[in-house]
Structure formats: C-alpha cells, structure tokens
C-alpha cells in the first residue's frame, strides 16, 4: 500500500524559497503520475503542479515561473522549489499520487508566507 509524507513546510517571508517534499513508501515509480496540491481556510483544495510519466510538467498559472516540481531518478520522491512566495502561497501544501484504481494523498505540510 503507498502512503505519501510530506516535509519542507514553515514559516518565509514574501520572496524567500522553500523545498517540499514528498516521500513514498510502497510501490510507486516514475510510471505514475504525481501531483501537489494546495489548501487554505475556507478554500477548496486546488491544483498547484504536476508531473507525468512522461516527464512532462504543468502548474497553476498562479505560480508559473515561480514553482518547480520534480521527482527523483526512482520515482518515489517528488519535490516542489518555490521561489518568489508571496502571501497569498500560504496554505496547507498536499502531495497526491495517481494509481490505477484510487489516489493517495499525504497528510499536508503547511506553509506561511509573511508579507
């Protein structure tokens, strides 16, 4: 059974950077897609970044040029570098795997971005 865990969440001020991370444990690899996801109080959870099994990459027009998704050689741990954060990137930080038959998300790290 994969269960994801997130890392790299805290406290930056508006234009620091931050890393996250997100480990898998279980059977997961560069052959499934993989994805970070966002959430703040009284939003709905939205689509920040994704990587596919093809390398491929997408992001929110929110953080465009300012977000970096990636994953490691083995397919089990995808990180997110941001860059330029401001205020309005506060919010709980999800990572979600695509698996055949259901999606696995983590637990959140949160991040907040002091103006």
């Known amino acids: 059974q994969v269960q994801l865990v997130e890392s790299g969440g805290g406290l930056v001020q508006a234009g620091g950077s931050l890393r996250l991370s997100c480990a898998a444990s279980?059977?997961?690899?560069?052959?499934?897609?993989m994805a970070w996801y966002r959430q703040d109080p009284g939003n709905q959870r939205e689509f920040v970044a994704g990587?596919?099994?093809?390398?491929?990459?997408k992001y929110a027009d929110s953080v465009q040029g300012r977000f970096t998704v990636s994953r490691n050689r083995a397919g089990n741990e995808m990180y997110l570098g941001m860059n330029s954060l401001k205020a309005e990137d506060t919010a709980v930080y999800y990572c979600?795997?695509?698996?055949?038959?259901?999606?696995?998300w983590g637990q959140g790290t949160p991040v907040t971005v002091s103006s």
């Open positions: 979600k795997a695509v698996l055949p038959y259901e999606d696995i």
């Open positions: 279980g059977s997961l690899s560069r052959g499934n897609t």
């Open positions: 990587i596919y099994p093809n390398g491929l990459t």
